[in-house]
């Protein structure tokens, strides 16, 4: 199955373009629209990419996403649980009842009304709680592991025993991580209470029943102070450049340099993160206007919490290297999409050798696994904003403090980064008292 969203080449009235979807089912091929028109300046990838941006119609960019992603969740589940090549009225019928503003029976023409009220909850809840796009694909994706255990399922089914019979599947047919299977289970538990609130469930095992799960903690990964100053002034090799490299068991392997600008901006990005505590969302949205003096003040798209951050000088000669470049909304930094940065950050720190081994352990059907890796593999867009949390604690500042900066609300967050910091801090006393004694 191919599904695509892309804009009409044909403007409206008033500017925008309509949205078009081409869908390809064992062969048969549709193209519609969906009902909505946006801007060219805010569409990329098939999706509404400007977190406020509302059309002339009112429509909000995430009630647009919220029906792209539900397509595509309907259109996966319809060929999967189809035999037969439909024809492309089937298909219009399909795309015409999920864009109706009215519960769509399930594509498999089986479902029950347990999906449509799935359906109901996820819109629902989404324009009440201004869910992020990631937020919306989550709760697509709980809907396909629902459908793919039993596309008949209904309220009576969870019971204890089948409560435990869908955690069994998503175990042990869906090869899920334990920590996985817990928050489909807690994504369970929310829709089930929402539907025992509006009366339409009357199963009570959901509130009493308590499975058990093994998930155990990931490491917390983050670079050390000399790390992220390394990075920070590492000579990015020109492109197709040839580095030679060892990994942590000391073997040598070539690497050939493909994209030394992307690299660049990698770097001044995750650098930014890792010296103001901003998230990858928060600091794909900051403006110049943002910026006042020795601060930064920014909205953050998590929590909505408005933060002041004060700027060191490390995060001031980062701004100041793009100062007199144009990038489109008045933004202050040369931003590229999270996927692209987590591989160039990967590679980057690859570069720089940052090749600790570090070993998790988690649950995944019932077997315990342990996963060796060098630290560079399990780098990520985040690291840099957990790099400012330990580094900030570590070095003496009081919790209550950098909770300030990161916008944490309790210390349960924040339990995670003490934790790190206390051992640090023991470390370092250790390396105190012997070189005291020598």
């Known amino acids: 199955m191919a599904i695509r969203f892309y804009l009409d080449n044909r403007p409206n009235k008033v500017g925008e373009h309509p949205i078009r979807v081409s869908v390809c089912v064992k062969g048969t091929k549709t193209v519609s629209t969906i009902g909505h028109s946006v801007t060219p300046e805010v569409w990329a990838d098939g999706t509404v990419v400007k977190a406020k941006y509302t059309n002339s119609k009112g429509i909000t960019g995430k009630q647009i996403n919220a029906e792209i992603m539900k397509l595509q969740a309907c259109f996966a589940e319809y060929e999967l649980n189809t035999t037969e090549r439909p024809d492309r009225r089937r ?3 399909i795309i015409t009842a999920n864009l109706g503003r009215k519960h769509s029976p399930d594509p498999s023409g089986g479902g029950t009304s347990l999906f ?3 359906d109901r909850f996820i819109n629902a809840e989404s324009l009440s709680g201004q869910w992020a796009h990631s937020t919306i694909r989550c709760w697509g994706t709980f809907r396909s592991h629902l459908f793919k255990h039993n596309p008949h399922i209904s309220y009576d089914d969870f019971d204890e025993d089948g409560i435990n019979h869908f ?21 369970l538990k929310w829709f089930l209470g929402w539907a025992k609130r509006k009366g339409l469930c009357e199963q009570t095992a959901i509130g009493i029943y308590r499975p058990k799960f093994k998930v155990l903690e990931k490491p917390v990964i983050f670079l050390t102070k000399e790390e992220l100053l390394k990075l920070y002034h590492f ?20 690497k050939r340099i493909a994209c030394e600008q992307s690299l660049e ?3 001044d990005l995750f650098c930014f993160c890792a010296f103001t505590s901003l998230r990858y969302s928060d600091m794909a949205k900051v403006r110049r ?3 006042r003096g020795d601060h930064l003040y920014v909205t953050t798209l998590k929590t909505n919490d408005r933060i002041p951050i004060d700027l060191n000088a490390f995060a001031k000669e980062i701004l100041a290297k793009y100062k007199d470049e144009d990038f489109p909304d008045g933004l202050a930094l040369p931003v590229i999409s999270n996927q692209r940065m987590n591989r160039h950050i990967k590679e980057l720190c690859e570069l720089c050798g940052f090749n600790e081994p570090i070993t998790r352990v988690y649950f995944r059907a019932g077997e315990r ?3 060796t890796k060098a630290k560079w593999q399990m780098i990520g867009t985040h690291a840099g904003r957990r790099t400012f949390i330990c ?6 500042i009081p919790p209550q403090v950098v909770m300030k900066w990161t916008g944490h609300a309790d210390y349960k967050t924040m339990r995670p980064y003490i934790d790190v910091a206390e051992k640090t801090k023991s470390e370092a006393m250790k390396v105190f008292e012997e070189a005291m004694k020598r």
């Open 91 to 93: 298909i219009r019928d």
């Open 116 to 118: 449509s009220d799935l």
């Open 167 to 187: 955690l069994t599947f998503l175990r042990y047919k869906q090869k899920l991580t334990e920590k996985t299977v817990k928050k489909v289970y807690t994504h």
């Open 235 to 254: 000579p990015i090799p020109r492109r197709g450049t040839t580095v030679s490299l060892r990994d942590f068991e000391g073997r040598t392997y070539e």
């Open 265 to 267: 901006k990698t770097r």
């Open 289 to 291: 206007t943002d910026v």
């Open 369 to 371: 696994i342990c996963e």
């Open 391 to 396: 580094f900030a604690l570590s070095s003496g």
